[in-house]
Structure formats: C-alpha cells, structure tokens
C-alpha cells in the first residue's frame, strides 16, 4: 500500500528550529513531486513548499522562504521540511503529499494536485 507517515512534531520555542520527516512506504519515491502543507484549526491548507523529482526545483511561500529548507534522500525514501526561526503562527498540523510525475523539474503546490496524503504531524512553537 501507499503509505506517508510524518514525523518530527511537537512543542519548540519561539526562534527555535524542527526538522519534519516525511517517511514513504509501498513505493517508491523517484518520481513523485513531494509537497509541504500546514492547517491550522479553522484555516485552509497552507502550501508551504515543494520539490521536483530530480532535487533540482524547489518552491517555497512567502510565509516560510528564507527560513525553511526543503530536501530529499531517494536512497532513504524519505523527504523532509527544515524550518528555522519558528514563530507562534506557524504552529499547525503539517502534512506531506506526493505526486506523481514524468517532469524531472515541475514543482507544484496546489493541494489539488497531490494523489497521496500522511496523517499529519502537530506542530506547537510556544514559551
């Protein structure tokens, strides 16, 4: 079975940084555009970041550029989202997805586009 399980949440401070793990299982990872979402209670999901299948592209939102680092490790079957400098409104229920594609570049994050989902891992930045 296809299978996404997040990992890497809980409670950091304000400032602090997380490493989430997207951990992917029943396939393999080669040619599927990973995708970062968030949702926090009573918000819409977030795009937050993507990278293409060859590494090679990558996408971020204005809420998380510059302090959030997205990457790969095929050999592993595992993607993760890096983030830095976390803020009390980044706390939120934070998802991977994956995509199918035969486009070694393309990058998308419209949550429409994503075939697969995880479970989701909580995040809390709070004193």
């Known amino acids: 079975q296809l299978q996404l399980v997040e990992s890497g949440g809980g409670l950091v401070q304000p400032g602090g940084s997380l490493r989430l793990s997207c951990e992917a299982s029943?396939?393999?990872?080669?040619?599927?555009?990973i995708g970062w979402f968030r949702q926090a209670p009573g918000n819409e999901r977030e795009g937050l970041s993507c990278i293409s299948t060859s590494g090679g592209t990558r996408k971020y939102t204005d809420s998380v550029v510059g302090r959030s680092a997205i990457f790969r490790d095929n050999a592993k079957n595992t993607a993760y989202l890096q983030m830095y400098n976390l803020k009390p409104e980044d706390t939120a229920i934070y998802y991977c997805?994956?995509?199918?594609?035969?486009?070694?570049?393309?990058?998308?994050?419209?949550?429409?586009?994503?075939?697969?989902w995880g479970q989701g891992t909580q995040v809390t930045v709070s004193a």
């Open positions: 997805a994956v995509r199918y594609s035969t486009e070694f570049n393309a990058c998308v994050l419209n949550r429409e586009d994503f075939e697969s």
């Open positions: 029943g396939f393999t990872l080669d040619y599927y555009i």
